[in-house]
C-alpha cells in the first residue's frame, strides 16, 4: 500500500523550525502528553526539541531510521507487511507512526519525527502541521 505523500516544492531551515514551533504550540494548548520533536534535512538535524519530562532520542532515532531505509512514513512501513516483515526484529527501527519523508521537488531531503503520543498520533500530528504548512 503506498500512501499519498505531502510534498513541498521548497523547504529549508527555517522552515523546520516553522514546523517545530507549531508542533509545540499544538501540544501545549491541547494540552498534550511532553513530545520529542525532530527534522532532519540532507542527514542534518535542524531542528530538535525534547519537551520537559522527555530524556531519550532512541524512538527519534529509530523512527527516524525506518524513514530513511524505507523512504515511506512509519506509520505507512506499519501498515504494509511487505517493508514490515524486512526489519520487524532489527531494533534501529520502530514500525510505528511517528516518522514521516521530507520530500521536496520531488526528491526525498529528510525526515520529520514525533514521539510521545499514541503512535498514530504521533503521525496525524505530523501530517497536521505539514497540511497547515502546506497550505499557507
Sequence with gaps: ???ELITFSTFNHSDALD?????????????????RI?????????FQYLMDGKTSDLWLNR???????????????????DFYKNIVDDEN???CGGGYPLIVANEFKGVFCI???EHYEDHALIVRVLKEMKNK
Excluded at 24 to 30: G, L, S, T, V
Excluded at 38 to 46: F, H, N
Excluded at 63 to 70: A, F, G, Q, W
Design 1 to 3: 500500500m503506498n500512501e
Design 19 to 35: 514546523f517545530g514551533l507549531r508542533v509545540i504550540e499544538i501540544a501545549k494548548k491541547e494540552k498534550l502528553k511532553p513530545l
Design 38 to 46: 525532530r527534522v532532519s534535512i540532507d542527514g542534518d538535524i535542524v
Design 63 to 81: 523512527k527516524e531510521n525506518t524513514v530513511l531505509k524505507t523512504k515511506q512514513s512509519s506509520m505507512n512501513v506499519f501498515n504494509n507487511q
Design 93 to 95: 527501527y520502530a514500525i
Design 115 to 117: 514521539s510521545g503520543l
